[in-house]
């Protein structure tokens, strides 16, 4: 990190978009400060940084904001190349990759997520865990393909998917914890179940990723789950 770079990250602790940021910085070595919104009453600088969707993660590269948190990890890696380990292959097929499964984890797996525990009706719930499956399914295929025989979907070393899914972990351990479901399944899934192990040990997730139980409390107050 060049002398002189300043970078603050607008965020709120329970964001898993907010914890992709985090991990990213925190993979890279970056330091940073942490401003924690009030999305019930945003600051300017929110209103301001991200005046499209006005929503965190935005983080503030010497003043200039980058939105979005895929799009932000992306920046991460490309502006602090010399910094860490990269977070995207040298190879424009594997980056292609990559950023597919990216888009597959918040297209597929957040969506049917969300149905399956916050949804009204128990169909919509039934129907959500299904999809929830299905796409984990896949992301065990994904795993598989991408990681060659290694740890992560990165190869030796975690990258873009790695943070991608990563970041839904604290919410998707919660979620489990709440409702009794096994969403790890080392017989249907055992490449995935390894590899929460594998990447729920590593320094970065940790000082990364929200406390799984003080996020089952939140989302029991606020009736998320
Ligand atoms: N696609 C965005 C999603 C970000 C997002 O949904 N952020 C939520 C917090 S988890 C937010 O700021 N919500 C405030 C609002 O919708 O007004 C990303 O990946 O950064």
Not at 59 to 76: E, F, T
Not at 136 to 164: I, M, P, W
């Amino acid at each position: 990190m060049a002398a002189g770079d300043d970078l603050k990250l607008l965020g709120v602790w329970a964001s898993p978009f907010v914890s992709r940021v985090k991990l990213a910085l925190s993979f890279k070595g970056l330091s940073f400060e942490n401003v924690e919104e009030d999305l019930g009453n945003k600051s300017k600088l929110l209103l301001s940084s991200n005046p499209v969707h006005k929503k965190v993660p935005v983080l503030l590269h010497n003043g200039k904001p980058i939105c979005d948190s895929v799009v932000i990890v992306q920046y991460i890696d490309e502006a602090f190349s010399g910094t860490g380990p990269s977070l995207l292959s040298s190879d424009p097929h594997e980056r292609a990759i990559a950023r597919f499964w990216a888009a597959y984890i918040d297209d597929k797996l957040i969506v049917a997520w969300r149905q399956a525990f916050s949804s009204m009706t128990e169909e919509d719930k039934s129907e959500g865990t299904k999809q929830m499956f299905a796409a984990l399914d896949t992301l065990e295929g994904a795993l598989r393909e991408c990681s060659k025989g290694q740890g992560y979907f990165g190869g030796e070393s975690v990258g873009l998917v790695d943070v991608s899914l990563g970041s839904l972990l604290s919410w998707l351990k919660a979620s489990a914890v709440h409702s009794g479901i096994k969403i790890f399944d080392p017989v249907k899934t055992p490449l995935l179940a390894a590899w929460v192990e594998r990447f729920s040990e590593l320094d970065g997730a940790k000082a990364a990723l929200p406390d799984v139980d003080r996020l089952v409390e939140f989302a029991k107050t606020r009736k998320l789950l």
